[in-house]
T-cell receptor, first 113, second 113 residues
């Protein structure tokens, strides 16, 4: 069965600084990988996804993520964060052909002005 | 607006009671998923329906049940409620070509007193 680990429960960065959120997955083959963002009081919004091909994927709001098979990782990055990026970020894994997504515990991002 | 509609947004009830949460998927989406988000368990997959039929089951308690109707809306029924059932319940839908891409509603926050 697939699983996801987000090692950082809470991260604080300054506005304008770069950001990297870590995600490690466990799955026997190449999974489908996702990053979702949840703003306070909101549902989850898809930031980006990886199915196959180019291991660097671009998403909305200036985010990107890189799939590294050797490290079983799919880290999320942004070169310069904005105050509006403060939210909870979830990494998720899905097995091709399976019905559900398995989510990590989430990383809460706080932005210092 | 994601196109997935959940009602009610907030619900406060007492232990032992029964509640029904409702979800309308995005237009054209046949699959509906239910997830529970709590502080200690994170995002847990409960159950999935596809065009009226149950397709996958996760960590759903026997006190909980769901169904998907011919018009594709879904209801999650929670009975004999306990304090620990207090959580945010999300519905998500998936299109036929969505390859595991889930679109989430804003959630229903259940508080059991």
């Amino acid at each position: 069965a697939q699983s996801v680990t987000q090692p950082d429960i809470h991260i604080t960065v300054s506005e304008g600084a770069s950001l990297e959120l870590r995600c490690n997955y466990s799955y026997g083959a190449t999974p489908y990988l996702f990053w979702y963002v949840q703003s306070p009081g909101q549902g989850l919004q898809l930031l980006l996804k990886y199915f196959s091909g180019d291991t660097l994927v671009q998403g909305i709001k200036g985010f990107e993520a890189e799939f590294k098979r050797s490290q079983s990782s799919f880290n999320l990055r942004k070169p310069s964060v904005h105050w509006s990026d403060a939210a909870e970020y979830f990494c998720a894994v899905g097995a091709p052909g399976a019905q559900k997504l398995v989510f990590g515990q989430g990383t809460r991002l706080t932005i210092n002005p | 607006d994601s196109g997935v509609t959940q009602t009610p947004k907030h619900l406060i009830t007492a232990t032992g009671q029964r509640v029904t949460l409702r979800c309308s998927p995005r237009s054209g989406d046949l699959s509906v998923y239910w997830y529970q988000q709590s502080l200690d368990q994170g995002l847990q997959f409960l159950i999935q329906y596809y065009n009226g039929e149950e397709r996958a089951k996760g960590n759903i308690l026997e006190r909980f049940s769901a169904q998907q109707f011919p018009d594709l809306h879904s209801e999650l029924n929670l009975s004999s409620l306990e304090l620990g059932d207090s959580a945010l319940y999300f519905c998500a839908s998936r299109g036929t070509s969505g390859a595991n891409v889930l679109t989430f509603g804003a959630g229903s926050r259940l508080t059991v007193l």
